[in-house]
C-alpha cells in the first residue's frame, strides 16, 4: 500500500516538473534567428571554401602557380594554371578552379601554400540551383574584385571628356 502511493506521488511530480520548465521557456526570450532579416556571428575559426589572396601594393594575385595546392589536395578539387609573361621572373596564375562541391575544407591546400598565396574565406551562404554554380574560378573572381577596389596608391585612369563644339546659329 505505501508503495503504491509513493508512484503515484511520483508520478504527479514528474508531470509538474515538465509543466514547470515549460512556464520557465514561455517567458524567455527566444533564441530564433529572423534568418533573412537577421545573421548569426561567424566563429573566428570558420572555414569557408579557398579564396585568392591579392597583393596588397600590385592588386595582382600572390600566388605563382607552383601547383603545390593542387597536388596536396586529398580531394583532387583544385586546379591551376599558370605562365610566364615577358619581364616577370615567376609564372602568373592565370586559371585557378576549384570544383567546391568536391572539397571537403580539409586546409591541406592552405597549409601546403608557401606564399600564403591562399586562404579560407567567410563566405558562408552559399546556395545555387545547379552543381556547376559551384565550380568556382577564383582567379577571375580576384580580377573582378581588383577592377572594382583598385589597390591604394593605384593609378586609375579617368576617362578623357569628350569634346563638344558649339554649333552657331543666325537669329532671323
Known amino acids: 500500500m505505501k508503495r503504491a502511493l509513493t508512484e503515484r506521488v511520483l508520478g504527479f511530480r514528474s508531470p509538474l516538473i515538465g509543466l514547470w520548465i515549460t512556464l520557465r521557456q514561455v517567458f524567455q526570450r527566444p ?34 602557380a607552383c601547383k603545390s595546392c593542387e597536388k596536396a589536395c586529398p580531394s583532387d578539387c583544385i586546379s591551376v594554371e599558370g605562365m610566364k609573361f615577358e619581364g616577370e621572373k615567376r609564372k602568373s596564375v592565370t586559371e585557378f578552379k576549384l570544383d567546391f562541391t568536391k572539397c571537403s575544407l580539409c586546409g591541406s591546400c592552405v597549409e601546403a601554400c608557401k606564399s600564403n598565396a591562399i586562404r579560407f574565406s567567410r563566405a558562408y551562404n552559399l546556395a545555387a540551383t545547379s552543381k556547376e554554380e559551384f565550380i568556382l574560378d577564383l582567379f ?19 576617362p578623357e571628356p569628350v569634346k563638344v563644339e558649339a554649333v552657331k546659329t543666325e537669329a532671323k
Open 140 to 158: 577571375q573572381r580576384l580580377e573582378a574584385e581588383a577592377r572594382a577596389n583598385p589597390p591604394v596608391g593605384a593609378v586609375v585612369r579617368e
Open 31 to 64: 533564441v530564433t534567428v529572423q534568418y533573412p532579416h537577421e545573421t548569426l556571428k561567424i566563429p573566428a575559426r570558420f572555414r569557408g571554401h579557398i579564396e585568392l589572396v591579392r597583393d596588397p601594393a600590385t592588386g595582382k594575385a600572390i600566388c605563382f
